[in-house]
């Protein structure tokens, strides 16, 4: 009865008390709390060289395919930054969700649904030029991404729903709207029935930084949503309040904070970076809505924005750290025929060890048994 | 069955507090043995214990002269002791027989006559194949005993037991507990309701602060009695002199509250009406657990009611929240020091700022202005005595009193009409109680009014004016300072009535 022993295991555990002892430390220091997410990278890394040796491959070779070689050049790095953009800006947007109590969990459909609204405007400017066009664009994912991280807000404050599970419901839906979209309404007259629309005019896209890279001028939103959030989480009383709610929803509540307000606050800008995010990729390296506007970035992003422990210097570092695993995953692809999910696994470990590090930091393990 | 369970000089300490002091108790089957204390008396430390669930830093637990070790819940199950807590240990999505079948240590086959049989006897009707979920409170409780008495406990220990369920439950449970009384099951049953002992109980052991203070028969006892056992009684104490110019000009007046919560662990209020005046300190007295801290709430706007119940210098304040009353000069200090009124992992010039006026300008334009929160800090740092003079330390490195001595400075800095506090020294030592009853008192002179609910009896008698007790959501007739006695109070305190 292996289930029996496992409830009979977790009994132990259960209490404050039992043979292994569990006490919360004092004070963590601030140096371990930056520090874990680099020992969850290392952990990683060797967790992922074992993969590796038992799939039969050689662990240092494949580490550096999987994590040098695809960022060795010019066109690696800026595909690097290309990643990276859209991470760090939905993880900012989601750290002001988790900072204060809030589970945003469905980036991933705020993205698709700001890339729908971008991409629907930019469709109507298909043909024409104009400086005013892009502007427009951004403006319109920027509102679809609130408006589409409203709905779990306005469920939560008003009928007390459970924002993880509608945000993440409403991921699918956004991603069957679009599906729905670019087949059928929105497809390309001239597509020969190709599941995706028009190309939007050149006016419509992000400007390339740099000649033959894809590195796009997006980067710059997302460099400017650090410098905002890092403004706003330290030096202004909406940072301050979402400071207190999340340490103490009850605190919050005693201050006086208008809970309900704060909550659709964090959810519009969650909501925007993500929309952002999504009409970065659709006016820079895509140029068109298809069926896949974002390769998971939505919830890669999650990762991200705890691996950067919430902070907005700390999310640069981790969106790149993160960035490389899905350009190493493609390089793996194409030198060592591993399939490209293998970056999810990587993805999956980081928070993975993260979570696990964590619970160290905050917490102190004693063996009771050790005693007798 | 004849059970005897001895514990000898058991003592637990927790950082910062004896749970439970030296305790010495003996216990015989065939009797039902009350274990009576407030919360934080050092009664559920001294259950789990016996439960295997905390271990004692010293002590003996013997069972039938024999020394046992109770290491895990697992060891107290092996002897044959069962353990069914307030808060159910249930799966819900579980049907009932599902549940019982986890650590039955028997197989399906009998297990389900055995249980069918057990049912049988005790009058229990539950259908084992539906899910948990759809059982109600007394049912499930029922659950957790048939999963005790299948495996044949000697020692039956109820924590808090009627505290989820209604009065038929509860009748329902007395009955079954006697019944097993009767065939020689050994009965602990732990609670803080005086009645539910008097009319249950054969001995009560009563315990206060973590120490055991009485142990004695429920024919010796009475409820005002084992009320003042309970929250102690000192009359010895200096009252303070009740203001001669008793004023009548009224600052705050509370009319019909009712309050109805969905969730069994809170109390529900019922027609709450009071008046406090000017330079008064209206204190509420009563037992833990009976809607003080609805009451406070309440009182602070952190649950909102009708906008005319609450009527402050003739402003109706029912329906503003915590921060919009503090602009109307009120004040409020609860009872949960580290999870409520100040957060110990922030700054504590951090912690000044969450008592926001719109004077006192700590955001400006909706920035913080750190330079000026922090001398607003310094200074009552400086002007309440509290022992450290740097604003940038975590709250978390000050002492109890300390950090209390912070909260009421940060309410009071700002010179409030209006301070509600709930229990403002639980926990503390002596000299800081003495700074802050010395600081309760101070303000009261300068004409402003105290709300002060609190289950202790000494510090309400010290600096109450008024004083009314608040029992199952109720608040009993109003009474002057000099009219009350610890006596009275105690008969109110158990739900008895005076005239």
């Known amino acids: 009865m292996p289930m029996k022993l496992l409830l009979k295991n977790l009994e132990y555990l259960w209490e404050e008390e039992k043979l292994i002892k569990i006490v919360k430390r004092d004070q963590p220091s601030r140096a371990i709390f930056f520090l874990t997410p680099i020992l969850a990278i290392f952990l990683t890394l060797v967790a992922g060289g074992l993969i590796f040796f038992i799939l039969g491959f050689k662990p240092f070779e494949a580490l550096k395919f999987f994590f040098i070689v695809p960022i060795a050049d010019m066109y690696g790095f800026s595909e690097l930054l290309l990643k990276a953009t859209p991470l760090c800006l939905i993880a900012i947007g989601l750290s002001f969700c988790f900072k204060s109590n809030n589970w945003n969990i469905g980036a991933e459909g705020q993205l698709t649904f700001g890339a729908i609204v971008s991409g629907g405007v930019a469709l109507l400017f298909y043909n024409q030029e104009g400086f005013y066009i892009l502007p427009i664009v951004i403006l319109a994912g920027a509102i679809g991404g609130m408006l589409y991280a409203s709905i779990p807000a306005i469920l939560k404050t008003y009928f007390n729903t459970n924002e993880i599970l509608v945000s993440l419901m409403l991921v699918y839906v956004s991603k069957l709207i679009l599906d729905y979209l670019v087949v059928g309404p929105w497809s390309n007259p001239e597509g020969f029935n190709f599941p995706e629309t028009r190309q939007f005019s050149d006016s419509a896209r992000l400007p390339i930084l740099f000649d033959g890279l894809r590195i796009h001028a997006g980067i710059f939103l997302a460099l400017a949503s650090v410098i905002i959030s890092w403004f706003i989480f330290y030096k202004t009383y909406l940072g301050f309040q979402m400071k207190v709610s999340g340490f103490s929803l009850k605190t919050a509540k005693y201050a006086g904070y208008k809970g309900k307000k704060m909550i659709i606050l964090v959810f519009l800008i969650s909501g925007a970076c993500a929309g952002l995010a999504g009409v970065g990729e659709i006016t820079g390296p895509i140029g068109q809505l298809h069926r896949e506007v974002s390769p998971d970035y939505g919830f890669t992003a999650i990762i991200v924005a705890f691996l950067g422990r919430l902070h907005p210097v700390g999310i640069i570092f981790a969106s790149l750290v993160v960035a490389i695993t899905y350009l190493g995953a493609e390089t793996a692809q194409i030198f060592m025929q591993i399939p490209k999910y293998t970056g999810q696994v990587f993805q999956g470990m980081i928070l993975f060890f993260l979570l696990a590090s964590d619970y160290l930091l905050f917490f102190k393990i004693k063996f009771i048994g050790a005693k007798k | ?499």
């Open chain 2, 1 to 499: 069955m004849n059970t005897h369970l001895k514990l000898s000089n058991v003592t637990k300490i927790y950082p910062g507090c004896v749970a439970n002091d030296n305790i010495s108790l003996e216990f015989k089957s065939g009797k039902i043995y009350a274990l009576l204390g407030e919360n934080g008396a050092g009664k559920s430390t001294l259950v789990k214990i016996l439960s295997g669930v905390v271990i004692p830093d010293e002590g003996k637990i013997v069972l039938n002269n024999k020394i046992i070790k109770l290491n895990s819940p697992i060891d107290a199950k092996k002897n044959k002791i069962g353990m069914v807590f307030q808060h159910f240990n249930l799966f819900e999505t579980l049907s009932v027989f599902e549940n019982l079948i986890i650590d039955s240590g028997e197989n399906i086959e009998n297990l389900r006559e055995k249980i069918l049989s057990i049912m049988k006897k005790y009058n229990f009707s539950i259908d084992l194949d539906i899910p948990v979920l759809n059982l109600s409170a007394g049912q499930k409780q029922k659950v957790e005993i048939i999963r005790c008495l299948i495996r044949n406990p000697e020692v039956l220990i109820m924590d808090e037991p009627t505290s989820v369920l209604t009065e038929q439950e509860t009748s329902e449970l007395f009955s079954s507990l006697r019944q097993f009384s009767l065939e020689g099951i050994l009965i602990i049953y732990i609670t803080h309701k005086l009645k539910e002992v008097m009319s249950l109980c054969d001995e009560v052991a009563v315990m206060r602060k973590g120490k055991l203070v009485s142990v004695s028969k429920i024919l010796d006892e009475k409820i005002e009695t084992l009320a003042n056992k309970m929250v102690g009684q000192n009359l010895k104490t200096v009252k303070k002199k009740v203001s001669k110019n008793q004023s009548i000009n009224q600052l705050i007046k509370i009319s019909n509250i009712n309050f109805h919560s969905e969730d069994p662990f809170e109390t529900n209020l019922e027609n709450i009406n009071f008046e406090v005046n000017r330079g008064e300190c209206f204190g509420i007295a009563g037992i833990s657990g009976n809607g003080q801290s609805e009451l406070f709430q309440i009182l602070s706007g952190e649950i909102i009611s009708q906008n005319n119940s609450i009527i402050l210098n003739d402003n109706p304040i029912g329906n503003l929240n915590p921060q919009e009353r503090r602009e109307f000069l009120m004040a409020f200090s609860p009872e949960d020091r580290m999870e409520q009124a100040a957060i110990p992992q922030m700054k504590i010039f951090e912690n000044v700022a969450l008592n926001n006026f719109k004077s006192s300008n700590f955001f400006n334009k909706g920035l913080i202005d750190e330079k000026k929160i922090k001398e607003h800090s310094q200074k009552i740092l400086s002007d309440f005595s509290v022992n450290t003079n740097n604003v940038e330390l975590k709250s978390q490195f000050l002492s109890g009193g300390n950090l209390q001595k912070l909260i009421i400075g940060r309410e009071l800095i700002t010179s409030p009409d209006l301070l509600i506090c709930f229990n403002p020294t639980w926990g503390l030592d002596v000299g800081a109680i003495n700074y802050i009853h010395e600081t309760l008192i101070k303000i009261n002179e300068q004409n402003k009014s105290i709300i002060l609910i609190s289950t202790d009896t000494d510090e309400l008698l010290k600096l109450s004016d008024k004083i009314s007790v608040i029992h199952k959501g109720k608040l009993s007739k109003l009474m002057n300072a000099d009219e009350v006695t610890s006596e009275k109070l105690g008969i109110l305190m158990g739900g008895g009535e005076i005239d």
